[in-house]
T-cell receptor, first 111, second 110 residues
């Protein structure tokens, strides 16, 4: 049972490049979340999904897009990366609406 | 929305002692509170949650206390072990709208 798996684990981008972060969960959870974690700050919710085919904005959605085409996958896209998006990104899933199971993060640097 | 904050950025305890990590929140309408543990290079790990209609909840070696009068939440770890060394943070809010504190780094001295 892998839980929540995030790929890639590390990535360096140049300003203006695009990329997609993948989150996969094998627990059949309805709810999935994308957070960013910055030094000295708590996790901040970017987008979330309450089920396949649905997405919603969180606290800091600007500059990001998401898709939930399959129940087990939640994709986070950066269309035009900016240095302010340098962060550690965490995906989480749950059955209840409260984030319970987290992946180990994607460390993203934008130069 | 909710905002949460921890009182101390660091806490050092002796192995075998009890640890108490504190958290304050702002929104009295928050329905859920959660404590997480995060080890270096890893994702947050759910420890225990408590609903706003409760004052206390116990798990294995952990107790969460909720004081709604002063909007304060604490996590007590009994008989702290070296494996408990990590960053602990609280979160408060409602379904799909949880706000997270920045964390307290707990160091356990042998």
């Amino acid at each position: 049972n892998a839980g929540v798996t995030q790929t890639p684990k590390f990535r360096v981008l140049k300003t203006g490049q695009s990329m997609t972060l993948l989150c996969a969960q094998d627990m059949n959870h309805e709810y999935m979340y994308w957070y960013r974690q910055d030094p000295g700050m708590g996790l901040r919710l970017i987008h979330y999904s309450v089920g396949e085919g649905t997405t919603a904005k969180g606290e800091v959605p600007d500059g990001y897009n998401v898709s939930r085409l399959k129940k087990q996958n939640f994709l986070l896209g950066l269309e035009s990366a900016a240095p302010s998006q340098t962060s550690v990104y965490f995906c989480a899933s749950s059955y209840s609406g409260l984030p319970q199971h987290f992946g180990d993060g994607t460390r993203l640097s934008i130069l | 929305g909710e905002s949460v904050g921890l009182h101390l950025p660091t806490l050092s305890v002796q192995e075998g002692d009890n640890s108490i990590i504190n958290c304050a929140y702002s929104n009295s309408a928050s329905d859920y509170f959660i404590w997480y543990k995060q080890e270096s290079g890893k994702g947050p790990q759910f420890i225990i949650d408590i609903r706003s209609n409760m004052d206390k909840r116990q798990g294995q070696r952990v107790t969460v206390l909720l004081n709604k009068t002063v909007k304060h939440l604490s996590l007590q770890i009994a008989a702290t072990q070296p494996g408990d060394s990590a960053v602990y943070f609280c979160a408060g809010g409602d379904n799909n709208d949880m706000r997270f504190g920045a964390g307290t780094r707990l160091t356990v001295k042998p």
